[in-house]
């Protein structure tokens, strides 16, 4: 392979990743592929070991830009998420009942599946509250060089900063519920 480009000078790929521990371990990522396509040729055997490639572009950044996309949403589901448990239980709902509800309607994905499960069964869910403090905050930083205010992901972000001053940065995603309990149940 390196005789045919694979490490020309000043060539690299942009291949950021999305799917989670499960799809790590299966090898079924979403790589997100940024690169000249003769060098994607070059790597792509190396490459599907670990999933399946949706190639973005030539342009370095681009595979970065659509992962910015996706975490967006992840973020933004994700404080979504809290906030409608956090208001079923303050309204007296059955939780289980109302993600039933959801997770079989419009807005349910494997997304929300995953995480309700997580809160209501207290069972891992991947990734942690710092972060994706660190993904959202990215994503907001590099949101301003396109002139987008991103007031959704902005206002998600705070619940996740929320989650520093009671040291819960190693706490996983979906242990934002906590950060909702506090701030509607101060003696929580």
Known sequence: M?????WK????????????????????????????????????????????????????????????CNQLLVATTLA??????????????????VCQVIGTGICGSDWFKLVTSSILDHSPAPGGLGQMCKDIGLVINDSRQARVPLLVASAANQYFLSAFP??????????????????????A
Do not use: S
């Open 2 to 6: 390196a005789g045919r480009g694979m």
């Open 166 to 187: 009671w040291e819960w940065e190693n706490a996983e995603v979906h242990e934002l519920i906590n950060v909702l309990e506090r701030m509607t149940d101060p003696g």
């Open 9 to 68: 000078r000043g060539c690299f790929i942009d291949c950021p990743v999305t799917g989670g521990p499960a799809r790590i371990e299966a090898g079924t990522l979403t790589l997100i592929v940024a690169t000249p396509k003769d060098l994607l040729e070059d790597c792509r055997a190396l490459l599907e070991v670990q999933g399946k490639i949706t190639y973005v572009g030539a342009r370095p950044g681009l595979g970065q830009a659509v992962k910015h």
């Open 80 to 97: 979504a998420i809290a906030e409608v448990l956090t208001l079923a239980k303050k309204e007296g709902l059955d939780l289980r009942l």
